[in-house]
């Protein structure tokens, strides 16, 4: 059970304050063996995630650590999982019998995997998401799959880099008439999609550079100076190909955004 769960029973009366206690106190510490410590009380706190970082683990230990997250708090981000091993986590955390959905992005290795009676909530927010090349969308989609499980829809648009900024226009437009909190822009070689965004929008705007490109800029080095560099306003910059990062924090914004316009109209 779930904290929101155990709120709600507390609420109509189907569970008495010792009963709760009892809860919580389960609840609040959640060991994964000797190798993880969940923060099972995250989403409640911060309205994030629980995002396993696999690309150091052992397959076996990230479908441990993603199936216990589940369980408590009934969804899970699992990023950069190893490709030798991208099947055999799928397969381990949503193999035929079981009850967890797993959502996969283009390009990606990154998944939501969540328990099917549980799908992540709507939060009625929205972001943009804009990937200035085809080997930028891994990245962008990081954005995309985090900011779906905290609740906000995503507004996608890739292969619009500054090489035909034309089309970047009509896109933004639309981005902007669905009323977006925030857009994370993702671009490698030299990164000058994002600041071209920001002068063109009223919205925050965060930057991911990318790890691609040749020579100096190929490890995005170059992309992450120039987004730093920016003399465009309104511009924050996150580390290179930190999907997760911009996602989360566009998400977070929106969501704020939202709840705010909510409780106005109440």
Do not use: W
């Not at 890739?158 to 909190?181: C, N, S, T, W």
């Amino acid at each position: 059970m779930d904290l929101q769960a155990i709120l709600e029973e507390f609420a109509k009366g189907n569970m008495g304050i010792d009963r709760v206690r009892k809860e919580l106190a389960i609840h609040s510490i959640e060991h994964v063996g000797e190798m993880a410590q969940l923060d099972v009380g995250r989403d409640l706190r911060r309205g994030l995630p629980e995002v396993v970082y696999a690309e150091g683990k052992k397959y076996r230990d990230t479908i441990a650590i993603a199936l216990s997250a589940i369980r408590a708090r009934g969804q899970v981000v699992v990023s950069r999982i190893k490709e030798q091993d991208y099947e055999k986590v799928l397969k381990g955390i949503g193999g035929r019998k079981s009850n967890i959905c797993i959502e996969s992005g283009k390009n990606s290795t990154t998944i939501l995997a969540f328990d099917r009676t549980t799908p992540p909530k709507t939060t009625g927010a929205k972001i943009g998401i804009v990937a200035a090349g085809t080997s930028d969308i891994g990245v962008a989609e990081e954005a995309r799959l985090v900011a779906r499980s905290m609740g906000c829809e995503s507004v996608t648009t890739y292969d619009v880099g500054i090489a035909g900024i034309h089309r970047l226009f009509p896109r933004l437009k639309e981005m902007l008439q669905q009323d977006v909190g925030a857009i994370v822009v993702v671009a490698g070689m030299e990164g000058a999609l994002a600041s071209a965004v920001a002068a063109l929008v009223d919205v925050p705007v965060i930057g991911v550079p990318t790890s691609v490109g040749y020579g100096f800029g190929s490890d995005g080095i170059a992309a992450l100076a120039s987004m730093l560099q920016s003399c465009t306003l309104g511009l924050a910059v996150v580390n290179i190909d930190n999907g997760i990062g911009a996602g989360a924090f566009a998400a977070s914004i929106a969501n704020k955004l939202a709840l705010k316009t909510s409780v106005k109209l109440a």
